[in-house]
């Protein structure tokens, strides 16, 4: 379910680097595939595109908190997708097949 132009007006809500969300997705990028040279960069592309999807998925789906398990998720789809697509089908994945009860606290 892809709602157009959702994934831009997330993009351009200010991250506040003091969300607790936003603050463990920052200590998980370099632990985020280091060995891959996409990912291995401080802020590099790679580490760019999984920060911008994470912290969009954590503004836009609230019922469940940010944990470890999804970088490397979105990690591996961004490796053959663009950010939007990434994003979309983490969603649908924890949406349409349930992996949200996975990580509901």
């Keep these: ?59 836009y789906y609230k019922e469940v908190t940010y944990v470890q398990g999804y970088s490397f998720i979105v990690a591996s789809f961004l490796c053959f997708m663009d950010e939007e697509m990434a994003f979309w089908l983490f969603y649908t994945l924890m949406e349409s097949y349930n992996l949200k009860y996975v990580y509901i606290n």
């Design 1 to 59: 379910m892809k709602i157009p132009n959702k994934y831009k007006e997330l993009m351009e809500i200010k991250v506040n680097r003091n969300e607790k969300d936003v603050q463990v997705i920052l200590e998980d990028l370099p632990r985020t595939n280091p060995n891959s040279t996409f990912y291995k960069e401080k802020f590099g592309l790679g580490q760019t595109k999984l920060f911008n999807v994470l912290t969009c998925f954590s503004k």
